[in-house]
């Protein structure tokens, strides 16, 4: 099983989750290294190993991989050469 710290977030609205992130993070000695986690009709008949495999798996490749600004849709890819 991966190693880390996962909250597992079920049944709350958008608003809720938002300040339960905030508070966790605001409390937490390293915020980065905790993965969230909603859950969903598919994951909610995972065996809890996998299902924290999975969201630490998520996890560390979107830390390795950050996200980048959204694009518009005339924008070409940021490594689109000229």
């Excluded at 079920?10 to 915020?31: C, N, Q, T, Y």
Aim: aromatic share 6%.
């Amino acid at each position: 099983m991966k190693e880390g710290k996962v909250i597992l977030l079920h049944g709350f609205d958008r608003e809720e989750i938002a300040k339960i992130l905030k508070a966790v993070k605001s409390v937490a000695k390293d915020p980065q290294e905790i993965a969230f986690a909603m859950s969903t009709p598919t994951n909610l008949n995972w065996k809890i190993k996998d299902f924290i495999d999975d969201v630490r798996g998520d996890h560390e490749y979107l830390r390795r991989n950050p996200p980048g600004p959204p694009r518009g849709p005339d924008q070409p890819p940021s490594d689109a050469r000229s």
